[in-house]
Nanobody, 124 residues
Framework: QVHLVESGGGLVQAGGSLRLSCAASTQTFARYAMGWFRQAAGKEHEFVAG????????TYADSVKGRFTISRDNAKNTVLLQMNSLKPEDTAVYYC?????????????????WGQGTQVTVSS
């Protein structure tokens, strides 16, 4: 069982930055690929970014490419999402997720554990 806890959400003006953090309660964190998803009000969950267990391979949604950066610190059991140049359309609840195995995925169904989410609101 892996318990994930997100933090770092909040209210920011368009063009600003936020850094989300996800702490994992497992000593085998390095065996999990990690992902970030988001869900805006009234919309489906959307893949944002993913990273392999080694941190070597990353993938991003086209809508955030060049603005968001995913990273991980396996020694601290933490995955981060640095979000720059935020837009109002980035407003959503952001979730981190853990997937057993080396490679990440854009599919929600491939992930085994989920955090409770953190709200990000970008004002125009």
């Amino acid at each position: 069982q892996v318990h994930l806890v997100e933090s770092g959400g909040g209210l920011v003006q368009a063009g600003g930055s936020l850094r989300l953090s996800c702490a994992a309660s497992t000593q085998t964190f390095a065996r999990y690929a990690m992902g970030w998803f988001r869900q805006a009000a009234g919309k489906e969950h959307e893949f944002v970014a993913g990273m392999s267990w080694s941190g070597v391979t990353t993938t991003y949604a086209d809508s955030v490419k060049g603005r968001f950066t995913i990273s991980r610190d396996n020694a601290k059991n933490t995955v981060l999402l640095q979000m720059n140049s935020l837009k109002p359309e980035d407003t959503a609840v952001y979730y981190c997720a853990a997937k057993a195995g080396s490679m990440g995925s854009r599919r929600m169904a491939d992930y085994d554990y989920w955090g409770q989410g953190t709200q990000v609101t970008v004002s125009s």
